[in-house]
């Protein structure tokens, strides 16, 4: 059986670049056509309902259901990445991908630390990824992950 590969930082940045770019191709013409080309210089932190659902609701909800049905996110499929159960190897739950979500929160609050602890963990897992049970791991395999247990 071919070893796991934990996917590390910088293999993780570009997926989320990726995935950046492709919510900015959507969101971005949508809000310059609601809001007009002043939104981008104004200092206000929130400016309506339009703001509200295209920068938190929409990509919340495109990554979360990208992770239930694929197990990635755009960026991570085009770089041959999976999110996995930590301790099975299997597919996350549902609840699983929602914390993982939420977890993001908790690791960047503190000067983006829970993201850059991926690089220095032994099996690449951010914070978001302890707190959801998860790991990311490089799939370049056809048959499936299976962990020690």
């Known amino acids: 059986m071919d070893e796991i590969e934990y996917a590390g930082f910088w293999i993780r940045v570009g997926a989320a670049l990726i995935d950046t770019v492709l919510v900015m191709i959507v969101i ?5 056509a609601v809001y007009g080309p002043g939104y981008w210089m104004s200092e206000k932190l929130v400016h ?15 990554v979360i259901v990208f992770w239930v049905y694929k197990s990635a996110t ?8 999976k999110i996995v159960d930590a301790r099975t190897g299997g597919k996350p739950t549902t609840g699983q991908f929602i914390g993982r979500y939420l977890g ?13 602890w991926v690089g220095i963990d032994r ?3 951010g914070w978001h990824d302890k707190l959801a049970g998860t790991v990311v791991i490089r799939d370049n395999r056809k048959e499936p992950v299976v962990f020690d247990q």
Do not use: E
């Open 104 to 116: 993001y929160y908790v690791s960047t609050v503190p000067l983006f630390l829970g993201l850059i």
């Open 28 to 32: 971005v013409p949508i809000l310059n």
């Open 74 to 81: 755009p960026g991570k499929m085009v770089l041959k990445l």
């Open 48 to 62: 309506g309902g339009w703001d509200v659902l295209l920068n938190y609701i929409f990509p919340a909800v495109a």
């Open 123 to 125: 099996r690449k897992q």
